[in-house]
């Protein structure tokens, strides 16, 4: 970063060698807000969530491609390695999640976190609880001799992306989980079980052929955005009441990556969206034009 003048710093452009310039208290700011300490010099997720587990607030949760997880906890100025151990201990020993979401069905102090593998292994977790619960084939929380799996309408799935959004209101959460050829499942809060969004439902939201393998709620501009594997951006637009896609620019994620990021969330203490791809973090506050955040 050189310093231009009182006011302007110039940044490198990512991977060109080209430059912008941008006012330095937007910098600052940026930086201050991203918290990296912790965490490994080559570190590289590929599955990023919050979650408000913890009585204090906000966590987030980093899972690299060695399966190593990293958590923030709430008024922490550094990330913590979950160890062995502690896998172990919350019944997450060799799970390999590459999906993870939570939401509150049943009010923000029943909480649920919901981790998915590549194989359709799900675990979940309510708030208050110390491990996770095998969501399996043949759990059966009522004991009605159905699993909640099979009244859920989830036999057989597998997802890849998972997230939730109040797209309907604020009483009417809804879960969208994407699988790797780009069906959907979805279910609103109130219903008994997941249904498949397709047909003319998809179609006249703008997601017809569309494949999502990232994908984030944010709760300031009530959007959801969602990438493809080309890095293709979809925002959904209120005035259009469609998914519409995000024009490129210098500072997007498509002219940045060409593809998707390896990781992404919104952080709602902050109000910002983190992306990473490469190992390299990005911050956005419209969710549209990212900058590079640096950490060693």
Do not use: C
Not at 3 to 9: C, F, I, P, Y
Not at 14 to 36: A, H, P, Q, R, S
Request: aromatic share 16%; hydrophobic share 35%.
């Amino acid at each position: 970063m050189e310093k231009l003048d009182d006011d302007l710093v110039r940044h490198d452009y990512i991977g060109t060698g080209e430059t912008y310039n941008t006012f330095e208290y937007e910098f600052i700011n940026f930086e201050k807000l991203v918290v990296l300490d912790g965490l490994p010099n080559d570190f590289e997720p590929i599955l990023a969530y919050t979650h408000n587990q913890h009585p204090d607030g906000q966590i987030t949760s980093l899972w690299n491609r060695e399966w190593g997880i990293f958590f923030l906890a709430p008024n922490s100025n550094s990330f913590q390695e979950f160890t062995e151990a502690d896998k172990a201990d919350w019944n997450l020993d060799g799970f390999k999640a590459v999906a993870g979401y939570s939401h509150t069905f049943d009010g923000v102090d029943d909480e649920l976190l919901a981790l998915w593998d590549r194989n359709g292994n799900v675990k979940f977790m309510r708030i208050g609880e110390t491990s996770f619960t095998d969501y399996d084939d043949v759990f059966d929380s009522d004991g009605d001799g159905i699993s909640n799996r099979e009244e859920e309408a989830l036999i057989g799935f597998s997802a890849i992306l998972g997230y939730t959004n109040f797209l309907n209101g604020p009483d009417r959460e809804v879960i969208s989980l994407w699988d790797s050829d780009g069906n959907v499942k979805v279910m609103t809060q109130g219903d008994e079980n997941f249904k498949d969004y397709e047909g003319v439902e998809r179609a006249n939201n703008g997601l017809e052929g569309f494949n999502a393998v990232e994908g984030y709620y944010d709760p300031i501009q009530n959007t959801v955005f969602l990438w493809d594997i080309n890095g293709v951006l979809l925002k959904w637009d209120w005035d259009e009441e469609s998914f519409v896609d995000v024009p490129d620019s210098f500072f997007s994620t498509r002219d940045l990556f060409g593809s998707a990021p390896d990781a992404a969330y919104y952080d709602e203490e902050k109000d910002i969206a983190v992306v990473w791809f490469d190992g390299n973090v990005y911050v956005s506050d419209n969710g549209e034009n990212f900058r590079a955040i640096s950490y060693a």
